[in-house]
């Protein structure tokens, strides 16, 4: 058997060898191919002509024959290939065994797992790489100051629990993180994430004094940090209990679609919570489904209020950061370090607010007192969490996505394993430690990771000399921005969002690439925008994973036909050349088969296959009964006549005076009656025997008169299945069943090792279906079914029999 393959790759070649034009030739001879010029056709002219193009054909015969390749080996079916390749069961190993194993060895392990920092710092290069850290961290921290300080108020909290949220979690991750790159502190997704929570459950309005109707600040700022921190104790231990039960994996159902599509939402929330920043006005807090659409008409309604120096503060400061990120893009080469402009304008703005007084003459709302120093612990409170639990499920799983997707990017670059349990573990210790020291949740932010890789960061010592320097504001330098406007930091929050609004033009890309992707994108955007954060993941992950399920219940079945001279089998509706086997269906799905789609499965498979199976099995019965029911009514008629028959011929009349010698002969002659009577009834039943067996069946199609099938042979491609459940197994038999009764014998082919397994132990084995019916490939199960035509139906007392 020859076949030919493509020097570049097997599709290749197989496109080529299917085209409309192609020539059928033998399989011992090499296959020829089409050789044209530039312009697409073959300019031969004159008296040459004819040597040209023997030459030309010699050449192409030359180079398929360099392609070529031959295979020959027997015909296997399952049980034959168990046998030629010695197959047996797989042992599993249980894994839970070692679990209890204790060693010097595993204890080691286990510690190197857990606190990966003992395991690559006593390893540290300090002369080649301490440099890179270094400056890597200072640039960093430049960068974490400003964020924490907006990111922050995001989080409807005071700006100098932002500084601590960018000192202890950034420490923890140090030692407990397996990435080396990313920057854990304040995100924008988790702030807006973290502030629909505390304006919940801490709201403006709970909070009016009796006397003014005026805002007790200090009191909410308080309950806002309880609840903020109680939701990141919270969010800790969800992230650290998953990460110790391995299930890192439960990520995997956040694609790609879905995450981009819920940061871009959350940019949009993000953005919209900022506007009352911009125009310096005050608005009503909400939360849960269509909130940010009343935020929005809210602003719209309140834009006549806007203060003027506040909005004029705003422009100027995001007029000045867009330029300098300008600047640094024109310069990337040439500066050893972008050029701080957050912190830059952070401090010119300070300075200006200070000497000007923007706070006492233009009413511009500034950050105010900022305490010098850490905090003490404080208990997480209990009573917060019930109302808290959903919400610090979804930060939970929403944080280690964003960690763990830019973490393997960077491990993918820099050639190292980012293992994605310890990375739930690692987060979660720095949530969990963190909300005690009255931090709210966080998580890695991209702009931060980027400057950390590009400013020649190696490791996360990077990370802990950020964090010092974040600790060096806080007990000293934290006091000086006290005169800070906030909408200076809505302005920096505003800027930074550029990287996540560019993701609309995912909407372009997705239309041209996967439009399933894009119908995820979009139903994650909008849910998101229209149900709030937390309600909006929900909803995008069920969509998702039924999008799955729906689409392995729509899958694309094809009947195969095989590529001439070759053992390959394609789709007959889009390989032209590809031709069907004369009496035999090949028939394939794209998707494995399970309860979903069994009946789907069947029911395409009957309407392919050109003959309606359930119409001519009805037919079938229904003729057979009406002979059962003639041969019944047949019987009866001729059991009446000879039952009269018999009762005449058996009428007995005895004499007395018979002697027992005429008794003796006479039982001498009755026995040798009924042994030439039995022998006769013998010879009869042998004769009706034979021609019982000359006779044609008359359960057949053919003498039943109804159409037969123009193929004797199925054969199911089951390369697809990757796993098999009792639905599937009843339909198979089904199948088996039903084609069977029209004369039509089923095989399967090309069944992975495991699916095997699992047909074994589902007993779907037996009399009527073995082994031998399953093959190694769908060309072994063509050949012998086209060796093996249809037969004529066997009784069924015999098949019971064998």
């Avoid at 599993?92 to 395991?119: D, E, I, K, M, N």
């Avoid at 002979?627 to 005449?648: G, V």
Wanted: with cysteine; hydrophobic share 45%.
């Amino acid at each position: 058997m020859g076949l030919s393959e493509a020097p570049g790759g097997g599709a290749t070649g197989l496109e080529d060898l299917c085209e409309p034009a192609m020539p059928r030739v033998s399989e011992d001879r090499p296959r020829t191919h089409s050789t044209a010029s530039s312009n697409g056709d073959i300019q031969v002219r004159g008296p040459f002509q004819r040597d040209t193009q023997a030459l030309l054909s010699t050449t192409q015969a030359m180079e398929l024959r360099r392609r070529d390749y031959h295979v020959e080996r027997p015909l296997l079916n399952q049980e034959q290939l168990e046998e030629l390749g010695s197959r047996s069961s797989a042992t599993g190993t249980l894994q839970w065994r070692t679990w209890f194993r204790c060693s010097h060895a595993r204890a080691q392990a286990l510690l190197l797992q857990y606190f990966p920092v003992l395991a690559w710092l006593p390893q540290y290069p300090v002369r080649d790489w301490l440099l890179g850290d270094l400056l890597s961290g200072l640039s960093v921290a430049i960068m974490q100051l400003p964020q924490g300080l907006a990111y922050a108020l995001l989080a409807g909290l005071p700006p100098v629990f932002g500084l601590y949220s960018s000192f202890y979690p950034v420490f923890i991750y140090f030692l407990f993180g397996t990435s080396r790159h990313i920057s854990v502190g304040t995100f924008a997704v988790m702030s807006v994430m973290v502030g629909s929570v505390t304006e919940s459950l801490a709201p403006d309005e709970a909070f009016l004094q009796a006397s003014n109707s005026t805002v007790d600040v200090a009191a909410r700022d308080a309950a806002r940090v309880q609840v903020a921190s109680t939701l990141s104790v919270l969010v800790g231990l969800f992230q650290v209990g998953l990460g110790l039960v391995h299930f890192g994996f439960v990520v995997t159902y956040l694609s790609e679609p879905l995450v981009r599509a819920y940061t871009t939402a959350a940019s949009v929330q993000v953005f919209v919570s900022q506007l009352k920043y911009v125009f310096g006005l005050h608005l009503s807090s909400r939360s849960g489904p269509l909130s940010l659409i009343y935020t929005v008409l809210e602003v719209c309604w309140k834009l006549p209020q806007t203060v003027v120096g506040t909005m004029v503060t705003a422009v100027v400061a995001g007029v000045v950061l867009v330029l300098v990120k300008l600047l640094n893009d024109k310069l990337r080469r040439q500066l050893p370090m972008p050029l701080p402009g957050e912190l830059l304008t952070l401090i010119g703005a300070t300075g200006i607010s200070y000497g000007v007084g923007l706070q006492h003459r233009f009413g511009v709302d500034v950050v105010g007192k900022i305490p010098a120093g850490l905090v003490p612990p404080v208990a997480p409170s209990p009573q917060l969490f019930a109302r808290l639990v959903g919400n610090a499920f979804a930060i939970a799983v929403v944080g280690f996505a964003i960690a763990i997707s830019l973490g393997k990017i960077f491990a993918l670059r820099h050639g190292y394993r980012v293992d994605s349990n310890q990375e739930l573990v690692a987060l979660g210790l720095s949530n969990l430690i963190g909300g005690i020291f009255q931090c709210f949740p966080v998580s890695c932010s991209m702009s931060r990771s980027l400057v950390q890789e590009s400013t020649g960061g190696n490791t996360q010592v990077a990370g802990a000399i950020s964090s010092l320097f974040i600790l060096i504001i806080i007990v000293k330098l934290g006091e000086l921005f006290q005169d800070l406007p906030k909408a200076v930091l809505a302005a920096a929050i505003i800027v930074n969002l550029k990287g996540m609004l560019m993701q609309f033009t995912d909407i372009h890309s997705l239309w041209k690439a996967n439009r399933v992707d894009l119908l995820i994108w979009l139903v994650t955007f909008v849910a998101t925008i229209l149900l709030n954060l937390d309600l909006g993941l929900a909803v995008a992950v069920v969509f998702s994973l039924l999008l799955v399920v729906v689409r392995t219940q729509l899958p694309h079945y094809s009947v195969l036909g095989q590529v001439p001279d070759t053992d390959i089998y394609r789709d007959v509706a889009e390989y032209s050349e590809a031709r069907e086997v004369p009496g035999v269906k090949v028939f394939r799905s794209s998707a494995t088969m399970y309860f979903a789609n069994a009946e789907l499965y069947s029911d395409t498979l009957k309407q392919r296959c050109g003959v309606n199976v359930d119409h001519l099995i009805s037919q079938k019965k229904k003729l057979l009964r009406k002979q059962e029911l003639k041969l019944k009514r047949l019987q009866k008629e001729n059991k009446l006549p000879k039952q009269a028959a018999a009762s005449k011929g058996t009428s007995i009349s005895i004499n007395v005076n018979t002697s027992v010698t005429d008794i003796e002969s006479n039982d001498v002659e009755g026995s040798k009656a009924k042994q030439v009577s039995a022998g006769t009834e013998l010879e009869d039943t042998a004769a009706r025997g034979q021609e019982d067996a000359k006779a044609p069946d008359m359960s057949s199609l053919k003498t039943l008169g109804l159409p037969q099938p123009d193929f004797h042979s199925l054969i199911l491609d089951l390369s697809s299945l990757s796993f098999v459940d009792t639905v599937c197994l009843k339909s198979l038999k089904n199948i088996f069943r039903d084609f069977r009764e029209i004369e039509v014998e089923v095989y399967m082919a090309a069944c992975h090792s495991p699916v095997v397994t699992q047909l074994e132990v589902g007993h779907f084995f037996d009399a009527s279906i073995t082994k031998q019916h399953l093959f190694a490939s769908v060309h072994d199960a063509v050949i012998f079914a086209l060796q093996h035509p249809r037969s004529s139906p066997v009784n069924p007392v015999l098949v019971t029999k064998l």
